[in-house]
């Protein structure tokens, strides 16, 4: 409820001028914007199962919002807040490398959620709703797709569970290390994506962009499921 309650009050303070979907009546749009919100903000924490699993997610989102801030792609005020956040993750970093002496938890967890899914809505709100898109994909994906087959098979999908690809990874023989480290790479490449999203007003461009994204984080899932 709490999740819920700091994403609506992000979305309906937020200026009737920013639009995601201008051909979408604004209410419905704010719902959409809610529910995503309030999503996005817990697939933050159930990611958050391994450590430096939300550092190499983090990082690489944030610091590339700071370059499209510096190139005039992203608004100062959320640049501020992405820089931030990337420095402070930075600063955890030594403290939760494997194996881990500290940990996020959901008090560190779910406001991260909160601060970087407010940061990718001021993306989306500039016209930048592919690169919004790209910087969180393996953890749309991931988590998304761990969701749907937990209620498809109609499992507590609200219990404790080791379901996740990075989770179901390390169960398959992979090392916490070679794991972070590949969706470290993995969001390096499509943080390149997303910049040049950017640089392009071509929508035919854009698509191909997410597909090449979507594949990516596919390949590395399916990785990530065969045993080693």
């Not at 419905?28 to 919100?37: K, Q, R, V, Y």
């Not at 390390?170 to 499509?190: H, I, K, M, P, Q």
């Amino acid at each position: 409820m709490l999740q819920a309650a700091a994403v609506a009050v992000i979305i309906f303070a937020s200026s009737s001028d920013l639009r995601i979907l201008p051909a979408c009546p604004h209410w419905i749009e704010s719902c959409i914007l809610l529910l995503a919100g309030v999503w996005f903000v817990n697939l933050v924490n159930f990611m958050d199962g391994l450590d430096w699993m939300s550092v190499a997610e983090v990082v690489p989102i944030t610091g590339t919002m700071v370059i499209l801030g510096s190139l005039g792609k992203f608004p100062p005020t959320a640049t501020i807040v992405a820089a931030a956040l990337c420095g402070a993750m930075l600063g955890f970093a030594p403290f939760n490398r494997p194996v881990a002496k500290i940990f996020l938890g959901d008090v560190g967890s779910l406001p991260i959620g909160l601060l970087l899914g407010w940061c990718l809505l001021q993306l989306a709100y500039h016209q930048q709703f592919t690169a919004a898109l790209l910087l969180p994909l393996y953890y749309l994906f991931d988590a998304t797709i761990t969701l749907s087959r937990r209620l498809i098979r109609r499992e507590r999908f609200w219990a404790a569970h080791r379901s996740h690809f990075y989770q179901r990874a390390t169960d398959n023989g992979f090392t916490v290390w070679r794991v972070v480290s590949e969706v470290f790479a993995l969001n390096l490449g499509l943080a390149v994506l997303a910049v040049a999203s950017t640089m392009t007003q071509s929508v035919t461009t854009n698509v191909l962009f997410l597909v090449l994204g979507s594949i990516a984080v596919s390949l590395v899932l399916l990785r990530f499921s065969r045993q080693r």
